[in-house]
C-alpha cells in the first residue's frame, strides 16, 4: 500500500488531523484536531439550543418553529458547517500531499 494511502483514510473517514500525526507532523494533526473538537461542540450546543427553544413552547406548529428559529439561528449553523467541512478538506489534502511527499523522499 502506497505511503500517503493510510494517513489520507484516517484525515478522512476517522478524525481530521489523524493523517498528520500519522505523517509524523503531530503538532499541526493535534492543532486540528482541536479546531474540529472546538467546531463539533460549537454545532452540538447550537443544536441543543434550538431544540430545547421549541421544546419549551406548549405548541409545535410550523409557525412557533420559525418564530423561534430564526434566519440567524441557521446562519449561525450553516458557518459552523461550512467551517467544519473546510476544516475537513484541508486535512484531508494535506494528509494527501505530505504522505505523498514523504513517500517520494524514502524512495530517492
Not at 58 to 65: N, Q
Not at 98 to 108: C, L, M, P, S
Request: glycine share 8%; hydrophobic share 55%.
Amino acid at each position: 500500500m502506497k505511503a500517503y494511502v493510510l494517513p489520507t483514510l484516517c484525515s478522512a473517514f476517522v478524525v481530521p488531523g489523524l493523517g498528520q500525526v500519522l505523517n509524523g507532523q503531530i503538532k499541526k494533526g493535534l492543532i486540528i484536531m482541536a479546531f474540529v473538537f472546538v467546531t463539533v461542540v460549537a454545532v452540538t450546543l447550537k443544536l441543543a439550543f434550538m431544540v430545547s427553544t421549541l421544546f419549551e413552547q406548549s405548541e409545535l406548529p410550523h409557525a412557533t418553529v420559525q418564530k423561534f428559529w430564526g434566519v440567524q439561528d441557521y446562519a449561525i449553523l450553516l458557518a459552523l458547517v461550512v467551517v467544519f467541512a473546510i476544516i475537513w478538506g484541508y486535512s484531508v489534502v494535506d494528509a494527501f500531499l505530505n504522505g505523498r511527499k514523504q513517500g517520494r523522499e524514502a524512495v530517492n
